[in-house]
């Protein structure tokens, strides 16, 4: 029997080697392996060995070959292919030109790329973070589909590149749409290499979803009614893809809904009825009777879409938090976000000052400590500035709440803890609305923490922006106007 050694059996070796120690090792590999190889031609072409040194080293030579009838060239189509597979999985930023460098080389040794090649060229330009990235990608897949040997692969790393580096998210969608809808029509054609599958829908719908999240900056605008219909649009095209999806049997998974519910999202949050939150409740029931009908359960992403528009479209804090309460049964943990979010959402309801500070310390403590981040005590600050009119510790709660958080952070270095401007505009704020005597003098204080930070840390998040300010300037105002006497300010 001819025993064979094949050096594609190093691929997963190589790829190993390219991810711990650099794709410039994974190529001294290959190096390696040619030297190898050179080294087996030489002994088998030697016909006759007349020095005693000479038939010692080909004595060597034979008992690393024992039973080895032949040895495949190192630099086949298969290795090439393995490097280039590295390179895929790479991050850095001159990769892709690197893997067409390899091509090119394949190209002039007359070593035959392969679609397996073409496709690791292809993901290297969908991963490049250069302005050239969507060009290329079109080139080689145009290239491809003349040569009658396009896949799924190919298509998707298009899409993939669309996703991450179009300039105009709304074209990059149209775009990415049009690649879906020749993929399908190759497919119904007969050709079953490039049949879509679940991370071709899931990509071009959320294109749709950057889109839709790329149009509501614009919603102050004088053409808020343009944006509120471009987002519409986005919502439509999710939906109908979503639709197409179901009908060629390809199966949704969790992203696939998280695209379409953050299109619906946008679509609600900027909907100027009162009750805009029935309206994304009403829509969102025929997305869940299709995930239950697919057997896919929400995750955590998804929980915080939808935390976040009830709690900010005028739904009742209590149903945020049974929402909550919903989500830790199906065993899916909230993070900071959710818990945020909840008691924003009291803080923004209607409910009494002493029942929005209770409902914000028990959704506190329920977080764990390492979920209480700067967000989470920054929401229960601004619960306690409802407070503090009516009770003059509200404010020195807030403080010694501020306190502790930045104690976490000094002993902790987590970024996740540190203070932020915002969080010191909110104890300035509480401050302000204080009916204590030293109120003005606290609220100075804070002021002056926030400087102090931002000079020792030249943070632009502790910088001192006219949110802070304009709460010192109340807390002057208010000082000024309770002692009649308008030179404080």
Known sequence: MTQVIDFSHF?????????????????????????????YQSMKNST?????????????????????????????????????????????????????????????NEKHPNIESYNCVLECWSNYRGEDRVLRTQEL?????????????????????YLRGSTNATRGAIFATDILDRMESFYLSGKDDVMPNSLSYTATITCWANAASTASRYSQSLYRHRVRKQIKECLNQSLTLLHRMNQLGVQPNVRTYTSVVQCLAWKVRYNSRSDAHVDFIRQFQPILQSMKRNQVKPNAVMYGII??????????????????????????????????????????????????VKHAFRLFNMCPPEYRN????????????????????????????????????????????????LSFSSVINCWSKSKSKNSLEMARMTYNDLERWYMKTRDPELFVDTVATNALMDALARSASKHNNLALL
């Open 11 to 39: 691929n997963r070796s190589l790829g190993q080697v390219a991810s711990s120690y650099g794709n410039e090792e994974a190529r001294s590999v290959i190096e390696s392996m040619e030297r190898m190889y050179t080294h």
């Open 307 to 356: 935390l976040d528009v009830l709690g900010k479209c005028g739904a009742h804090p209590r149903q945020c938090d049974l929402f909550l309460k919903t989500m830790i049964r199906n065993e899916v943990y909230p993070n900071s976000f959710h818990f945020a979010s909840t008691i924003n959402s009291f803080v923004n309801s209607n409910l009494s000052e002493h029942d929005i």
């Open 374 to 421: 700067n967000v989470v005590h920054t929401s229960v600050i601004n619960a306690l500035a409802k407070l503090a009119s009516i009770d003059k510790l509200a404010a020195k709660n807030a403080t010694v709440l501020h306190n502790s958080m930045i104690s976490s952070y000094n002993r902790t270095q987590l970024v996740d803890f540190k203070p932020t401007t």
């Open 48 to 108: 006759s060995v007349r020095s005693k040194r000479k038939r010692r080293l080909k004595r060597k030579k034979e008992s690393f070959f024992v039973g080895v009838d032949v040895i495949l060239e190192p630099t086949s189509v298969h290795l090439y292919n393995a490097l280039l597979k590295s390179y895929a999985k790479s991050r850095d930023d001159d990769v892709a030109l690197q893997a067409e460098a390899i091509l090119y080389t394949m190209q002039q």
């Open 141 to 161: 897949l145009s290239f491809l589909e003349k040569s009658g040997i396009a896949t799924t692969q190919s298509y998707n790393s298009v899409i993939l590149s």
